[in-house]
């Protein structure tokens, strides 16, 4: 199938392969001739533990991920991993503390657009030292660069964890490296939307999380990648605890790790589609290189035709653009309106920018096709050229 239905360019929930979705659909009344559909079986049953390690072993292959990584299917979302990390990495932290010496270690977040911002705020909610190493809007009024090393303020070895958001999906400012810091200390990341779009060493981290609705799957599961040394036991409450949150169970990463995530049901159907997107990737696509290849092609047409423009404006610093989100303005404002109805019209569609930013945003995850990247491009310039002379 080449044309799909439409061409999605939304930012999350976001298209899916459409030979995935044909996958499921021919399997969804009869999966592996259980004679149910792979949502009815048990999640205790041989069918699905097959499935939920095969799923895993090809987001191991795909990230290469090493043999001292625990992959976790989790639940509640990117958001709830913002708390997730607080909890267990600071039980970590306190777990290496010698005996009595008093327990506030940093945490060492670096904001660089909504999304990390969001993180910081619920670290500040939970936990009282939080420490900014750098707020790009706070320095310089909006979000879309990343300042040079020499303006971190990192906490070197005392912190819990240093925190990063790679993608920013709402402000489209993407890290072109892997921050630089103490290698004592666990490093962070929130890979919600550029998760399986390049090639990165897995190795430098010590927890990487993504919600699966943009590059994976549908919404409902969450990857999470963790290192054996931060899997620890979660304990009760008690009175050297003043001060210092104790882990929900549910958000424990040794519990889901200790349980290959079957602790409780797990939202089977998200993993399933989300193994279905792994096979595509490593059998059609040939993998993340193949794929980051094509995610260049395409984010370079889109990046190229917005600087030669005269009515589309990027507001985010070239080396820190992201290949996955691309926000953009038209000026005058006033043509945005008609630029997405123009669009909507030739089924184009989930073009409009977050509410919090406006103007226009072309989201290009995996699943978006150069030809469909191709087709966007002609409209804007068919458009441009109907409003300039
Ligand atoms: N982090 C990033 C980078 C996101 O783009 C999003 C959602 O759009 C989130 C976190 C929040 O994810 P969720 O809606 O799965 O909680």
Not at 183 to 209: A, E, H, Q, T
Not at 234 to 258: E, H, R
Not at 327 to 336: A, G, M
Not at 349 to 371: C, D, P
Request: glycine share 6%; aromatic share 10%.
């Amino acid at each position: 199938s080449t044309r799909p239905r439409v061409y999605n360019f939304g930012a999350g929930p976001a298209a899916l392969p459409l030979d995935v979705l044909e996958k499921a659909q021919r399997e969804f009344l009869n999966y592996e001739n259980t004679g149910m559909s792979v949502m009815e079986i048990s999640h205790r049953s041989k069918t699905f533990e097959i499935l939920l390690n095969n799923t895993k072993q090809d987001l191991k292959t795909l990230l290469q991920v090493p043999d001292n990584y625990k992959i976790l299917f989790m639940q509640g979302g990117g958001c709830t991993q913002f708390s997730a990390i607080v909890y267990n990495l600071l039980e970590v932290k306190k777990q290496q503390l010698p005996e009595g010496e008093e327990f506030n270690p940093p945490l060492d977040y670096f904001i660089t657009g909504s999304w990390s911002a969001k993180a910081a705020d619920e670290a500040k909610r939970l936990y009282n030292n939080v420490n900014v190493v750098i707020d790009v809007k706070k320095s310089n009024g909006n979000f879309g660069s990343i300042p040079p090393k020499e303006e971190w303020k990192l906490s070197g070895s005392k912190a819990a964890f240093v925190y990063y958001c790679d993608n920013e999906t709402i402000n489209g400012v993407e890290f072109p490296f892997i921050p630089d810091i103490d290698p004592s200390v666990p490093l962070v990341c929130d890979m919600s939307s550029n998760i399986l779009s390049r090639k990165f060493d897995v190795s430098k981290f010590g927890v990487i999380y993504a919600g699966a609705q943009k590059n994976i799957g549908p919404a409902g599961v969450t990857i999470v990648i963790v290192r054996d040394d931060l899997l620890v036991k979660p304990k009760s409450i008690n009175d050297q605890d003043k001060g210092v949150p104790v882990t929900p169970t549910m958000l424990n990463y040794k519990i889901f790790a200790d349980n290959n995530s079957l602790y409780n049901t797990p939202p089977m159907f998200s993993i399933y589609i989300s193994g279905l997107v792994f096979e595509w990737l490593l059998n059609q696509i040939g993998g993340v290189g193949a794929m980051e290849e094509i995610n260049k092609q395409k984010c370079t047409k889109v990046y190229d035709l917005i600087d030669k423009s005269k009515i589309y404006r990027s507001l985010v610093d070239k080396p820190v653009r992201s290949r996955m989100n691309a926000p953009f303005r038209i000026v005058p404002e006033k043509l945005e309106k008609e630029f997405l109805a123009g669009a909507e019209e030739l089924k184009m569609v989930q073009l409009k920018g977050h509410r919090s930013v406006g103007g226009i945003r072309i989201s290009m995850y995996n699943s978006v096709t150069l030809e469909a990247i191709d087709f966007l491009i002609n409209y804007m310039i068919e458009f441009e050229k109907k409003h300039t002379n």
